[in-house]
């Protein structure tokens, strides 16, 4: 449960917050025991947590489990620990504990992030992106470059957290105007604002069309849920929007949280296509409190479905299900670049024979 170099985007961003708010957090006279703390967090999670189900998890045996290892003559490195073991056990990157010493997060989502990547940082930087050379760009939070003798636009976006705004998105969309698509790289993206998603969306055309359906948890039961709302593509008029041509979107399980939600927004739009690996999931809403000992917790207390009503909180599937070929990127190849490459030149093709 010790602080590794990793952390989610959106949990950095907190974190980055905590400094300005440390008389907020941990005021000295806050002296919650730690017993109370244990199970106020416990209960806090049992009534308000939104994915028991597509966990599996049985948090009244993980109470039963840890809670007799708390007595109130506990250290709080200690506390921290069975606490952080506690949230552990949801397998959730939103779940999380602050303290002024420690941070937790699942470490069994930060493994299969790592052990399941689906990309070759070096043959995407020196092959695709020509970052060793005079010829690499980057626009806002976007690095990009043409492919395919200028057919084709790459554009590597690694955080959410990067601009990805109107002019940034002008800008890239005329400057590629002649290509006859775009593949979108977002493996490895693990999140970031919400905003860059709209602002990616707006790229596309929206009719109104449904993206998804949020439910927020509403009572003490484990599946009490108030309405479900429904969202629809935002229509508004921007410089940038309305691009038709075919998206290619690379996806992997380090695609998480706000990279996952993108990754369910594109199926409702029939010439946007992921390839790669299921996403890392993370598509419900954080958010949290103080504990009685001036800790910070959050965990995901909202649902996001989508229209069919599926729940990929877990990871929304590819449309073209592609693993990283190694004999490809010994060469200096990105087989799942080249892949998306194909997809548009023959989509491309097809459409310009259905005119004749």
């Known amino acids: 449960m010790s602080l590794k170099p990793f952390l989610f985007a959106t949990l950095a961003a907190l974190a980055l917050a905590l400094p300005a708010c440390e008389d907020l957090f941990w005021e000295e006279e806050m002296q919650g025991t730690p017993t109370e703390t244990f199970d106020f967090l416990w209960n806090k999670v049992d009534r308000q947590y939104a994915f028991f189900d597509v966990k599996q998890v049985d948090w009244q045996q993980v109470y039963d489990s840890l809670r007799p290892k708390v007595s109130d003559d506990i250290s ?26 420690d941070l937790s997060y699942s470490d069994a989502v930060y493994r299969k992030m790592e052990q399941q990547k689906n ?15 005079d010829h690499y760009h980057k626009t806002g939070g976007i690095a990009h470059h043409e492919l395919r003798n ?59 069309q449904v993206l998804y359906r949020t439910q927020i948890k509403s009572g003490a039961g484990h599946e009490a849920f108030g309405p479900l709302k429904e969202v629809r593509a935002p229509k508004r008029s921007v410089s940038y929007g309305n691009y038709q041509k075919p998206v290619m979107v690379l996806v992997d399980r380090g695609s998480y949280s706000a990279t996952s939600f993108f990754a369910l927004c594109t199926k409702a739009y029939a010439h946007v296509q992921l390839i790669g690996d299921t996403t890392g999931g993370g598509l419900g809403l954080p958010n949290g409190g103080q504990l009685p000992n001036g800790w910070i917790y959050r965990f995901s207390l909202t649902r996001t479905l989508s229209p069919k009503g599926m729940n990929y909180e877990n990871g ?26 194909d997809l548009i030149e023959n989509q491309t093709s097809m459409e310009a024979a259905s005119r004749k």
């Open 150 to 208: 200028g057919t084709i636009a790459y554009w590597s976006y690694s955080s959410f957290e990067g601009k990805a705004d109107s002019a940034t998105l002008s800008y890239l969309t005329q400057h590629y105007a002649q290509a006859k698509g775009i593949v979108l790289d977002l493996r490895q993206n693990k999140g970031g604002y919400i905003a860059n998603v709209w602002n990616l969306l707006n790229l596309l055309p929206n009719d109104g």
């Open 316 to 341: 929304v599937p590819p449309d073209h299900y592609l693993r990283l070929d190694p004999k490809a990127t010994a060469q200096g190849k990105d087989n799942l670049i080249e892949y998306a490459c």
């Open 119 to 133: 990309v070759d940082k070096q043959v995407v930087n020196l092959h695709y992106l020509h970052i060793a050379d």
């Open 76 to 101: 709080d490195d200690s506390l921290f620990h069975l606490m952080g073991r506690m949230l552990n056990t949801l397998n959730d990157g939103h779940a999380n504990l602050i303290s002024p010493f």
